[in-house]
């Protein structure tokens, strides 16, 4: 049996969670919330790299804005992906406007643009709208 590192969404606690039981709607230790929600995870400058770095699982992260229109276009589909993908992959959103230090940190140039990390590391990059089916094929591909 493995144990995985999971961050709490709500309190930012790392909770050691065994990986048989991901499927089971884990909650924190901590705070008593859900580790998933199936929904975007909102990504700030005081939870990214919590988030990026002591996660077991990979998150993926939609480099986005609000002026953007093929990033609220996508922003559905985006939600839909997490549907498929949690528990095994959490998916995270960051403002790109609320956080222009993270953004250039990871030379992001053109949004949307979704990047998966795994041990705090960028193991694949996508820029673009897509659609879910594609969301979910592209991360598996990349795994």
């Not at 008593?32 to 199936?38: G, R, T, V, W």
């Not at 953007?68 to 993908?85: D, F, I, N």
């Amino acid at each position: 049996m493995s144990t995985l590192h999971i961050v709490c969404p709500d309190c930012q606690a790392v909770n050691r969670i065994a990986s048989e039981r991901l499927a089971q709607h884990p909650r924190c230790g901590q705070c008593k919330q859900p580790l998933f929600s199936a929904h975007p995870l909102e990504l700030t400058g005081r939870n990214f790299q919590q988030h990026i770095a002591r996660n077991d699982i990979p998150v993926v992260v939609d480099f986005w804005a609000s002026w953007c229109g093929p990033c609220k276009m996508m922003a559905p589909a985006y939600a839909q992906a997490a549907v498929a993908l949690e528990p095994h992959v959490r998916l995270a959103k960051l403002n790109t406007e609320q956080e222009q230090g993270i953004a250039a940190q990871f030379n992001i140039r053109s949004i949307p643009t979704m990047v998966i990390f795994k041990s705090g590391h960028e193991v694949a990059r996508m820029s673009g709208a897509m659609s879910a089916a594609d969301i979910v094929r592209w991360v598996k591909s990349s795994m």
